[in-house]
């Protein structure tokens, strides 16, 4: 990352110069970022972004999703 800057910013630079299709792109809890998920998916890639427990409210609504849902019940989220 460049002086003053962070992970944040330069993870979407990142991703533009990447050829992602098909492939599958983790990142840490810091690349949680709603635009970080849409660059990837349109640039014809998953992912797998982490959820820390930081945000109980989120985990919690998280982990209730998927006790709830079948085992075909979405190919992506």
Known sequence: CAEKS???TAIPELLERLELTGARVTIDAM???TKIAAAIRNKGADYLLALKGNWPALCA???RFFADAGPDTC???
Request: negative net charge.
């Open 61 to 63: 609504e998280v982990e």
């Open 31 to 33: 690349g949680c970022q």
């Open 75 to 77: 190919q992506h989220h």
């Open 6 to 8: 962070n992970e944040i």
